[in-house]
């Protein structure tokens, strides 16, 4: 299994450019998530779909959007990229039916000059 | 805002040392979770602790908790050069679709 899948893993933005990080899971899993790893800062919660159809702002959602295009994919939008999103993205997913243990991607890494 | 605290921030040791983290958090939780991450690779999961257990094993890994002091300790024994990693807390506090909160790690370095 593949498990959970980002693309890209590497990405160059422009102040001002938009883009979307893809994240698709494969394991039937109700709730995903978006966090985002800064040296020193651990991992902050972006955005979190609890289930199909819903999405709920977390700790730093300002300058992001999500959508939860169906149970495998949730997708994170930067419409305007600022160099304070330069950082490295991390999609994770887990089912309602576990012990709450988080399965995360192998990370995007977003560099915004 | 950062819910666990790991201690030390950094750890060196030589292989076949035990290596001990410790995590603090502040508010009341449900369980708490230790993660590992190799360098530039993704999280996985290591163990979990439900907030009514006071120790856990498994394997070489052993997680105490003690919610009075609203801390929790991972020790890693006999340790390998392969456990060079960083190590995260992360806490669920029960506020529903298991939103857990990462502590900022430790950076274990086990040396050959």
């Known amino acids: 299994n593949a498990g959970v899948t980002q693309t890209p893993k590497f990405q160059v933005l422009k102040t001002g450019q938009s883009m979307t990080l893809q994240c698709a899971q494969d394991?039937?899993?109700?709730?995903m998530y978006w966090y985002r790893q800064d040296p020193g800062m651990g991992l902050r919660l972006i955005y979190y779909?609890?289930?199909?159809?819903?999405?709920d702002k977390g700790e730093v959602p300002n300058g992001y959007n999500v959508s939860r295009l169906n149970k495998r994919e949730f997708s994170l939008r930067l419409e305007s990229a600022a160099p304070s999103q330069t950082s490295v993205y991390f999609c994770?997913?887990?089912?309602?039916?576990?012990?709450?243990?988080?399965?995360f991607g192998e990370g995007s890494r977003l560099t915004v000059l | 805002s950062q819910q666990g605290e790991e201690d030390p921030q950094a750890l060196s040791i030589q292989e076949g040392e035990n290596a001990t983290m410790n995590c603090s958090y502040k508010?009341?939780?449900?369980?708490l979770q230790w993660y590992r991450q190799n360098s530039g690779r993704g999280l996985v999961h290591l163990i979990l602790?439900?907030?009514?257990?006071r120790e856990k094993h498994s394997g070489r890994l052993r997680v105490t908790l003690d919610t009075s002091k609203k801390s929790s300790s991972l020790l890693i024994t006999a340790s390998r050069a392969a456990d060079t990693a960083s190590y995260f807390c992360?806490?669920?506090?029960?506020?529903?679709?298991?939103?857990?909160?990462f502590g900022k790690g430790t950076k274990l370095s086990v040396i050959p």
């Open positions: 994770a997913s887990t089912s309602l039916g576990n012990t709450g243990e988080l399965f």
């Open positions: 394991m039937n899993h109700n709730s």
């Open positions: 779909s609890a289930s199909e159809g819903t999405t």
């Open positions: 508010t009341s939780i449900n369980n």
């Open positions: 602790i439900r907030s009514n257990e």
């Open positions: 992360a806490t669920d506090t029960g506020a529903g679709s298991y939103q857990l909160t």
